[in-house]
């Protein structure tokens, strides 16, 4: 069991997470380099904190690939969730209340800042259009798998060469990840930042068009998180 202090540190790694990075997003309008960039680092970053206490995972989609691979319990599973998305919501809300409080607003017509609208999926109005709903989908779990798989071989026991390359490893790959989503989905591969970002633009009235596309920056990435476990778990057997 990893204990409240595991929960505590994965509030404040998503916190982190999603109030810098998704910080940087919204001052360079969603610039590909920096805000690939920027969420990179901030994983490096976390790896190397808060790792030692939770694994730093800051991430559902993460925890759901560790507890289908057996590394961690379903409290546990459960306790980091939670703890991920109250610090995103936390990062969230702060992000949106000292751009609303200097007058800045960040969520354009396909509202990417709020979810990881963008490229393939578009809001007109009140309601989602998607000009190819599936490719949205099948990105976010491309995206979501590779991620999660790579996490799940370099922090794996049998994998000791590594070592402390790791959070480097991890880091570069969700650079890696973005470069390629940002033009396509936004990026999402994270739940509970999708949830944190939508959520604050509702609250200080920045619109609902983020929470209309919320569900797929949330199913998509777990269904990528799952099977990069069952990927995992396949080639493991073989081995």
Not at 116 to 138: E, P, Q, R
Not at 141 to 157: P, R
């Amino acid at each position: 069991m990893k204990g409240f202090k595991a929960y505590v540190a994965e509030a404040f790694g998503t916190f982190v997470l999603v109030f810098f990075a998704c910080g940087v997003a919204a001052l360079t309008n969603g610039s590909l380099v920096p805000t690939a960039l920027s969420f990179g680092l901030v994983i490096v970053a976390m790896a190397y904190t808060i790792g030692p206490v939770s694994g730093c995972h800051i991430n559902p989609a993460v925890s759901l690939g560790c507890l289908l691979t057996k590394r961690m319990s379903l409290k546990d599973f459960f306790g980091y969730v939670v703890a991920q998305i109250i610090g995103g919501l936390l990062g969230g809300m702060l992000l949106f209340a000292i751009c609303k409080m200097a007058g800045m607003s960040f969520v354009s017509e396909g509202g990417w800042l709020g979810d990881a609208c963008n490229g393939l999926v578009h809001v007109t109005g009140d309601k989602a259009t998607f000009g190819n709903y599936a490719a949205a989908i099948l990105v976010e779990v491309v995206l979501t798998c590779v991620f999660v798989y790579v996490i799940l071989n370099v922090t794996s026991a049998k994998n000791e060469s590594v070592g402390k390359k790791a959070g480097l490893i991890i880091g570069l790959t969700l650079t890696l990840v973005h470069l390629l989503g940002i033009g396509l989905t936004g990026t999402s591969v994270n739940p509970a930042r999708s949830i944190g970002t939508a959520v604050a633009a509702l609250i200080f009235g920045d619109g609902t068009k983020p929470l209309i596309v919320l569900w797929v920056f949330v199913v998509a990435p777990l269904i990528g998180g799952a099977l990069a476990a069952l990927i995992y778990k396949i080639f493991r057997e073989e081995e």
